[in-house]
């Protein structure tokens, strides 16, 4: 029998925790289908290290009550969905335990690899559906950036990475160049 929809075993979190502590294998649970995750190339880590950086400087100097983190950090949106986003920002500490954030960041920012279908659609619908407050797709092959402010809109802007990218849930305080995370 071909596998469908119907038909594809899916697992809740309390399942993909007990699978993954036997495994070294960094995977994300997505939909309740546990989904392998390739290694990040070089410029992708650099995009991921400097916008995480940027974010901790952010918060360090404005003295704020949100959080950075970057990946591997874990993020239970529900019982079928636990992302490792490569970026996020979480105002919300009560949320956390001592493995990872439970519910939406209020921001997501995912770097192109591999995965691109899934950043593109997947988790798109995953964090809109959510809660998630502003969600950026990161194309480095494309140099190009979707930001999704989803309190306003559900259509992205279109940057590029030469172009300060304002960052909404902090109302514009802080813009980010691309190119300059990685030049």
Known sequence: MPNTAENIY???????????????????????????????????????????????????????????????????????????????????????????????????????????SDDFDRKLWLYRSNGVREYWIIDPKNEKVLVYFFEENHFPTVYDFHTPIPVRIWEGKISITIAELYE
């Open 10 to 116: 899916r697992y809740h979190a309390d399942e993909y925790y007990q699978l993954a502590a036997d495994s070294d294998k960094m995977t994300e649970l997505l939909d309740g289908e546990i989904v392998a995750m390739a290694s990040p190339s070089i410029r992708h880590q650099e995009i991921a290290g400097g916008l995480y950086s940027e974010f901790r400087q952010f918060v360090k100097q404005n003295k704020g009550k949100c959080r950075p983190f970057i990946a591997p950090t874990d993020v239970k949106l529900n019982d079928l969905n636990i992302v490792i986003p490569d970026v996020f920002i979480a105002c919300n500490p009560e949320n956390f335990d001592h493995q990872k954030y439970n519910g939406a960041p209020d921001f997501v920012a995912e770097v192109t690899s591999t995965n691109r």
